[in-house]
């Protein structure tokens, strides 16, 4: 069996938060956006991945709506702005690209979990 190296483990959950900070951040909803940390946050606390994921689906569904309500007008002829429509629609496909690679790198994560030798 082999061993589990510690420090290279949290090597990687270093580089994990520090990648979600800097999506939060990028978001404006990171505990730096605001210009410091979160005092209702302690060093122990653990942050709500379930809660995370749900907030950036939910994200994603209204950008996909918002670019669906956007295309449907131009179709009806409500608006004649077809830069808004196309640019609508990039930020849902963007949306998308990014939950499927979330989530291809989310079950890659769970099968390296699952084969690791206990």
């Known amino acids: 069996m082999s061993t589990i190296d510690q420090s290279r483990?949290?090597?990687?959950?270093?580089?994990?938060?520090?990648?979600?900070e800097a999506l939060q951040r990028a978001a404006g909803r990171g505990p730096l956006a605001s210009g410091g940390i979160d005092p209702s946050q302690s060093q122990n606390a653990v942050?709500?991945?379930?809660?995370?994921?749900?907030?950036?689906?939910?994200q994603v569904n209204e950008q996909q709506s918002r670019s669906s309500s956007a295309s449907e007008a131009y179709e009806r002829g409500d608006t004649h702005d077809?830069?808004?429509?196309?640019?609508?629609?990039?930020?849902?496909?963007l949306g998308f690209e990014t939950t499927l690679q979330v989530r291809n790198k989310l079950l890659s994560a769970y099968r390296d979990i699952m084969n690791m030798p206990v």
Do not use: C, W, Y
Not at 9 to 14: E, G
């Open 82 to 93: 077809i830069v808004s429509v196309m640019i609508e629609r990039q930020k849902a496909s």
């Open 9 to 20: 483990l949290l090597q990687m959950r270093s580089t994990i938060l520090n990648q979600n």
């Open 47 to 58: 942050p709500d991945f379930g809660a995370a994921i749900h907030n950036a689906l939910q």
